[in-house]
């Protein structure tokens, strides 16, 4: 399978025949790495509904038909704006997909739509091609990070926040791959605003040091394949 840096914290797996966009933030997205009219994925799973990541989700869906996973506060907005298609879990809930599941998990961390529906953010554990890729969505460093790995894993990729004032920041989030301990970590979440830029080459580092993990730093558009 395939996993292409969309920009911002916005992910497209992808295994040839399917693909599930994660947080499809592009329309106003400074970094986007495409246009949203581009995509055409089978699935739009949303951490939570900041502006920043829920994104071009109903214009997207719309046009595809996509299968839409997002909190249960959130999948009823986006049921009132026309989306079909939906599926409304809440934290522990998995939602079984044509092509694997995605699960949702906690995240420490605040949220409300542009609409102003409040909701609580989440991370989400995907299970894509016999792989899994937890994406940690906006979240500070919290010790239960451990717990969700340990019982969701054992995690090929983590893709993880590192931009700090919004979310953790790259020292906490080396705290955070250790907790996790994935194969494989891809940071997101930077750089796209003045108020995150970080260093993400000392992130790498760092990590690397601990001898857990493998850090992959991707571009904007950049793909990495496993
Ligand atoms: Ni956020
Ligand atoms: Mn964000």
Redesign the pocket.
Known sequence: MQIRFLG??AFELTDGDTSALIDPFLTGNPKAAVEADELSPDAILLTHG?A??YGDTVGIAKRTGAHVVAIVEIANELGEEGVGNLHDPNLGGTVELPWGSAKLVPAWHTSTTPKGTVNTPAGLIVKFADKTIYHLG?TCLFSDLELIAKQNGPIDVALM?IGGH??MDRHDAVQAARLIGAKQVIPC?YNTFPPIETDAQAFKADVQAQGVSEVIVLDPGETHSL
């Open positions: 911002h914290a900041h920043d990541h906006d926040c919004y979310t979440h």
